[in-house]
Each structure stands twice: as structure tokens, then as C-alpha cells.
């Protein structure tokens, strides 16, 4: 019992000393922390990649909020929730991925090359959605989808919170889910008619 009291003096220190920019104590932490929270997110994701990059991600966050931190009662706890919350997240934009990737597929393969005339009217309509978009939420949607760059890189380039990234993502999937939806069940119907 006596261990423990120590260790979490030591981390309370250390999060106290974190919220004062000290590179020292966040050293010290992630050097505590880091593997564990890799291994917990490699076994959730199957991936060691993935799980590499989640953990950097959650460190960076650790970084970018440290003035906030020495709130937390229990960095462990603090951490791995951190983890499960980042796990959901991707699996969350892997699903929205798949079904994106499910309709374009399905198009493709419905129509054939000679109606590539319909996929490039499709393409269209997703760019003049985006474009309709509010424009913070065309510039996450873009940066994302088109370019590639993952939420904290987002987030750290356009000055948003990482939730806020996720929010306007999650909203620019739904709303182009449901014209995608409208448009190839219209497109559908004609094909069978």
C-alpha cells in the first residue's frame, strides 16, 4: 500500500509538472506509459502499425493539453480510457470508410465501362456536395478524404480540437452518405427499367 502511495505521488508530481511544460515529467510519463498503452491498442485494433500510430496520437494530445492535466485523478485510468475512446474513433472511420468505399464499389461494378459517363456525374456530385458543405467542414472533409491527413494532423493544422474534427467528419459521411444513397437508387431503378 505504501508503493502505491508513492507511485501516485510521483505521478501527481509529475502531471503537476506537465501542466508547467516541464519536457522532463512528460519524459517520464511516456516513458511509464507508452508500451503499455501500444500493447493495450495493438490488441484491439490486430494491427502494430495502427497501434503505433493511435498511441502517438494519444501522446500528442497528452502534450497539447497539459496545461489542463494535473485535473486527473489517475493517469493510468486517464490514459487507457484515452486508448479505448481512440480505438472507437478509428473503428468508427474505418466502418464510414467501408461503407463509402462499399457504394463506389457497388456502382462500379453495376454499370459497365461504357457507362463511366454516370461514375463521373456520381464524382461530381460528391465535389459539389463538399463544396456545399459549410466551409470548415469542407476543409476537414477534403484534408481527410482527398489528402489523407489524419484527425490530429488536422486538427493541429486547421487550430480545432481533435472532437471537433471528428464531428465535422462524422456529419460530412452522413450527409454525403444520403445523397450517394439517392443518387445510385435512382440510378438503380433506371438500370433495371
Known sequence: ?????????????YLKQLSQNSEYAYRAIFL??????????SHLVKSEVIAEDITQDIFLKIWMMREEISVVESLNSYLFQMARNAVYTYMQKQVNQTSFDLLENTYKNCFSVDEDYEFRELEQMIFQSIKEMPSQRA????LSRIEGMKNAEIAIKLKLSKKTVENHLSLALKELKKKILTLLTIL????VC
Open 188 to 191: 438503380l431503378l433506371l438500370a
Open 32 to 41: 511509464k506509459y507508452y508500451s503499455k498503452i501500444k500493447f493495450f491498442i
Open 139 to 142: 476543409k476537414v472533409f477534403s
Open 1 to 13: 500500500m505504501k508503493t502505491n502511495s508513492i507511485i501516485d505521488f510521483k505521478e501527481k508530481e
